[in-house]
């Protein structure tokens, strides 16, 4: 397996153990929690499909940031996506979608998004839990782990350093020029870094603001959050940047050369530059 | 309780052959999950019955839910399910403004007991200004006033074995094929005796409208809208839900939705 056509060096250094078995099975562990999360989760919004900013959804007034819906347009019923009021016409993508025109589904999202592909808020709430609990619980494991072996200090937290290689390391993305090596770069810690430390907590602690029950405990969260409501709105908004984060990463991966990227992150091993070391 | 007993190894094991069971086989299996006694659906919902036993622990007893003031109410209390009956015995009891309306509280009660409307109002009311969050996903702020549930049962003295209370409704929710189904709903004892668990019949300094669960419905504020009944007409005590109706404690629990419904 030669890596040269994918890679912009051809100077290929030698194979070294770059990914523990624990970061390789949280990753895997994770993309797919947030697989069924993500589709699950578009199936409990398509049971309301708005979202608000306080404490409680406007009915009689409007707070509304995201309005989803079908609507009767003349002879034909169209798909409409509202945000902040301003009105798109999402026919066949979002309000109203299926495979041709005469099975249409009047939901928000379209049922290939949504796990079950039928509507059922009962079975998308169970397996919803399911994979929350799953990602929970393998993130504070994890979390505990890379502080005890150092992991985190020494992979994934920012130092002085990273920001001063930081306007380089734009230069370098930006030509696609990629630096194999045992080390991740500035770009890649501050995307790992975002999802492990804002946006998975957040994602936790949003999805708990909207338990009536955690509220009775933890009142002082849902007004961090700024109420019920708003904290669905930015539990959405964390699903939003993880899906943009999802794109990035596998672009990444295919510019960078998709094989050893691959190969690191299911045997561990990866093949570095033969210029490896610091002095870039 | 039984029902929510867990074997950690096992769970454990169940949840790790389930997920993988569950990536490997697609969407056909995906939606396999939908039928409430296949086995994929047993383990996840195992899961549910460790975020019950969580939110237990953290939740306790007599943890409050938050309250608001008059300032947040800004709308009429939005009524969601059935909003207007179509059973006979309750239309002719609305239509007499619910002057013959007897609440019966039975089954392992010491002291069974008939409450009139008269009987119910001139106990102690309790007001709440709290947030309604529905199984949807929406919230609405109101302000409900009435007895709490925790007075009546101290009247009818609830016998040792009783651990959950059932909240017969007098509306169909649904006629179909399969039969026709009044609504129902159970809370355990935690529950029954919080503080602000109360059986409303005002809201928003007027009685309780129809569309809202005329004349009485019951509030259980750290739950979601649908543990909390409307148009009930008994409560009964009962050491376990599962010879009532489909077994799981309410109208939408026997369709797949968690009996606890704190998140």
Known sequence: MSDAATDAKPAQGPLIYRQTRWTRATHWIWAISLFFLMMTGLQIFNAHPKLYFGHQSGFEY?????????????????????IFGKEF??????????????????????????????????????????????LVSTLLVWAIASIVTGHMRRDLVITGADLRNLPQDVKDHARLRFHHTKEYNTLQKLAYASVLFIAFPLMILTGLSMSPNFNASAPWLLDIFGGRQSARTIHFLTMIFLIGFFVIHMLMILAAGPINEL??????????????GKDH | ??????????????AGLGASALTLAGCDVLDGLNTKDSAARGVVEKANNLTYRVQRLLGGGHTLA???????????????GVTAPDDEDYKEMAAASFADYKLSVTGLVEKPLELSRENLMAMPAQTQITRHDCVEGWSCIAKWTGPRLSQVLNEAKPKLEASFVVFHCFDTIEKSLSGSFKYYESIDLIDAYHPQTILAYGLNDKPLPIENGAPLRVRVERQLGYK??????????????ADIEGGKGGYWEDNGYDWYGGI
Do not use: C
């Not at chain 1, 409007?62 to 509202?82: C, H, P, R």
């Not at chain 2, 938050?66 to 969601?80: K, W």
């Open chain 1, 89 to 134: 016409d999402t026919t066949g993508y979002l309000g109203v979608s299926g495979p041709n025109s005469l099975s249409l589904n009047y939901q928000a999202f379209p049922a290939a998004l949504t796990i079950p592909s039928n509507r059922s808020l009962a079975t998308g709430r169970i397996i919803h839990f399911f994979f929350a609990w799953i």
């Open chain 2, 228 to 241: 909390m009944a409307k148009y009930v007409h008994t409560i009964e005590l009962v050491a376990s839900f």
């Open chain 1, 263 to 276: 190969r690191s992150i299911i045997t561990g091993w990866y093949r570095v530059d033969a210029q490896t």
């Open chain 2, 1 to 14: 309780m039984s029902k929510f007993q867990l074997n950690r190894r096992k769970f454990l094991t169940h």
């Open chain 2, 66 to 80: 938050p309250e608001y003031t008059q300032a947040d109410i800004l709308q009429s209390q939005h009524p969601n």
């Open chain 1, 62 to 82: 409007e707070n509304a940031f995201l309005d989803i819906g079908a609507k009767q347009s003349g002879n034909d019923v169209v798909g409409y996506t509202k």
